[in-house]
């Protein structure tokens, strides 16, 4: 069975715990481990620079960038203490305020600041899952500032050829190191989330064999339960058939002579047997031309109301047909039965026994 867990919709703020607790803590810890060795090594190179050719204002952007190198050190120790939303802060919003300082007081060297902010983009990209145009959109700004400063605020420094030349080359070589850096770690998720892609699709393969495994087992077990209905509908419509024989067959008519007809009785007469008496009586009479009618209760155990009222209601029925009906078999306990019952028999003739009604 294959449990889906549901997404949590993440803010602006969301910590990269919550996206992936080990490869992506793995790359911020890289990012900032190449991060800090290269910010602090940029210090001396811009504070020697600054002695060298007596730069005030490069000397200040040394300053700069060693405070930037310091907040890498407190994000380096959010990071610790498992904040990694706040790292992340601290490292893109710490670069931008700098790049921005530094365009403003050497204007001249906006081409390699401008730059900065993609990586910024980049880093916010590749760390912070969810909506980030809305914090894309400040780093273009940031980019469109820094070449209007430097297109439109005069330099208070002339700066060499050869400085500009080796800054140019130093702060591209480490940005490109840092997108290159950004770039290996994008491949390495992707190539994670098709390792997990892949194995999800094993399992759903997995799961559809085992749905048509099941599937095929449920087939089967409906053909076998449709063919114990289908077997158990013809035993019922079998017995249905043995049903009515047994009716027909508990009160039979025989026909004696071409005037008379007999219906032997035996058993107990409930009321579903008296129903089926009558019926079986009208029905044989009303295609028949015969003039008597004898009714054997000799193996009828016992006669009473409703017994003697069932008998009745066939004779009075066999009168309107006008056929004669002659009740055979009433034994002595019988006939103090229907004494003691003070049923009315008048209606019918009664003989002792068969050959009796016979003669």
Known sequence: MIHVTPQTPMGPTTSLESMNPALDRAHLQQLLAWLT????????????????????YTGINAAVVFIY????????????CNHASISIGLICGGLLG????????????????????????AILLAYTPGPNLRRIVPCWLVTVLITCLGEL?????????????TLLVSSLGATAAFVLLLLW????????????????????KQTYSQLEIHTEALSAALHEVEARAAMQERLLEENSQQARVIRELSVPVLAISDQALIMPLVGALDSTRLVLLQEQALQTLEHTNVRH????????????TQVAQGLLAVVQAARLLGVEVRLVGVRPEVAQTIVGLGLD???????????????
């Open 153 to 165: 605020v005069p330099s208070s420094t002339e700066l060499p050829t050869w400085l500009l030349s």
């Open 98 to 121: 700098a790049v921005l300082v530094m365009t403003l007081l050497q204007p001249a060297l906006y081409p390699n600041f401008a730059v900065v902010p993609l990586l910024v983009a």
């Open 345 to 359: 028999l008048t209606q019918m003739r009664t003989y002792r026994d068969l050959r009796t009604a016979l003669v």
């Open 69 to 80: 190198g310091v907040v890498l050190l407190i994000a380096r120790r959010q990071f610790r």
């Open 37 to 56: 060795p290269i910010i602090f090594g940029f210090v001396p190179l811009y504070g020697g620079m600054a002695i060298i050719i007596g730069d005030l």
């Open 293 to 304: 009618l004898i009714l054997d209760i000799t193996g009828v155990p016992v006669v009473d």
């Open 185 to 204: 770690q994008s491949q390495q998720r992707q190539t994670r989330m098709l390792t997990q892609l892949q194995a999800a699709h094993m399992t759903l």
